[in-house]
């Protein structure tokens, strides 16, 4: 089968540093999506990556390593508005995107 | 450029009733998707139009649920009849089409927000 695992919740302080990862198993690999969804908001768009390594963008980071299955969104210099659940989405061997539970994140004074 | 546009917003129904969902894509995106999100949940695609063929809707409930994309525009998704686990999100996103890279990236509406009783 396919399947994205995400951790359920993470909680960082303000300013701080916060690295949320995600591990997929699917049949095909055509690239993958971060997107931030604020609660009762829908989903946005964050990063793609489809090649392996550091995708940089302002305060927020992507990395892919297709080898090992896995995606981490780095974000840095935490602010109260980063709170909201963080999905990571893989395009797969059909080009259906299939999309993890998403990870809440609370960020603390 | 103006976002994906849904109606309603919220919806409130008795099991067993009716309900209807209308989303308008962002002009020139060709392809749309129809989600259900419940809460805690990631989004679950319950299909996917190309312009106005139906590309995925092996997840659509399809004894219950309908969906159209008259003229490749804009989408109706119908629930008949609504059952109590159908309280969810629906979601509308379009992308412009392609399947991968930044064509792929899809843009979502505000969402429906349906609750059953």
């Known amino acids: 089968g396919q399947n994205i695992d995400q951790p359920t919740e993470m909680t960082a302080t303000e300013g701080a540093i916060v690295q949320i990862n995600c591990t997929y198993q699917?049949?095909?690999?055509?690239?993958l999506f971060w997107y931030q969804q604020h609660a009762g908001e829908a989903p946005t768009f964050l990063s793609y990556n489809v090649l392996d390594g550091l995708e940089e963008k302002g305060r927020f980071s992507s990395f892919l390593s297709r080898s090992k299955g896995y995606s981490y969104l780095l974000l840095k210099e935490l602010q109260m508005k980063d709170s909201a659940s963080y999905l990571c989405a893989v395009i797969g061997s059909n080009y259906q995107l299939i999309w993890g539970a998403g990870t809440k994140l609370i960020i603390k004074p | 450029e103006a976002g994906v546009a849904q109606s309603p917003r919220y919806k409130i129904i008795e099991k067993r009733q009716s309900v209807a969902f209308w989303c308008n894509p962002i002009?020139?995106?060709?392809?749309l998707y129809w989600y259900q999100q419940i809460l805690g949940q990631g989004p679950k695609l319950l299909i996917q139009f190309q312009n106005n063929g139906v590309v995925d809707d092996s997840q659509l409930p399809k004894d219950r649920f309908s969906a159209e994309r008259l003229k490749g525009v804009d989408s109706t998704l119908k629930i008949q009849p609504a059952k109590l686990e159908d309280s969810a999100v629906y979601l509308c996103?379009?992308?412009?089409?392609?399947?991968?890279?930044?064509?792929?990236?899809?843009?979502f509406g505000p969402g429906t927000r349906l609750t059953v009783t």
């Open positions: 002009s020139g995106h060709a392809t």
């Open positions: 699917t049949s095909g690999f055509n690239g």
């Open positions: 996103a379009s992308s412009l089409g392609g399947v991968r890279g930044p064509s792929y990236e899809q843009y």
